[in-house]
């Protein structure tokens, strides 16, 4: 169910810098989720967070959501799991300072989970795509380490990234 939301939401659009397709990240991002072990219910709400990362998006999709997740027993779990990744998620955006008390990690290791997915992903494509031509590539550079560090997946992070390149969807 969920999957079938972020593939209609996403469609055949691609990422404006790499040219990839935005369903990639679900597909890169799922792959990691489950290489850790986390739960079915983890994979499930990242395949929602980004219908609901942004306050527009939010407003937007989530009567669609909910409405689509009423039916499923734990529906309303795996929601609350997006809702609580968009609260960590958008605490420590990479153009803002590290907050005093460092990054904040969630209590339910699901959303952790889910964020592992995420910033391995977006980091992979960031050094594939952008390390040596984005404007703001040492600030980038030092957020995902500074993420991987929190969720101390850093050491982890060279294979997690060899297992991404070496899977079918990242060269479409």
């Not at 079915?40 to 689509?68: E, G, N, W």
Request: contains cysteine; charged residues 20%.
């Amino acid at each position: 169910m969920e999957h079938g939301l972020i593939q209609d939401f996403y469609g055949t659009q691609r990422a404006r810098r790499s040219q990839m397709p935005l369903m990639s990240h679900i597909h890169e991002g799922l792959a990691v989720i489950l290489y850790t072990g986390a739960s079915l219910q983890a994979m499930r709400a990242f395949c929602l967070h980004p219908l609901v990362q942004s306050d527009t998006d939010l407003k937007r999709q989530y009567a669609h959501i909910t409405q689509a997740l009423e039916p499923i027993p734990d529906g309303a779990f795996v929601l609350g799991l997006a809702m609580e990744y968009r609260s960590v998620a958008n605490e420590y955006l990479s153009h803002q300072p590290m907050p005093p008390e460092g990054i904040r990690l969630s209590p339910l290791e699901e959303v952790n989970a889910m964020l592992v997915g995420d910033k391995v992903q977006n980091r992979k494509d960031f050094e594939l795509y952008h390390a040596e031509t984005h404007e703001r590539r040492a600030r980038l550079a030092e957020y995902f380490q500074q993420w991987c560090q929190a969720l101390r997946i850093e050491p982890l992070y060279p294979r997690l990234k060899e297992m991404l390149q070496g899977a079918a969807w990242s060269n479409p």
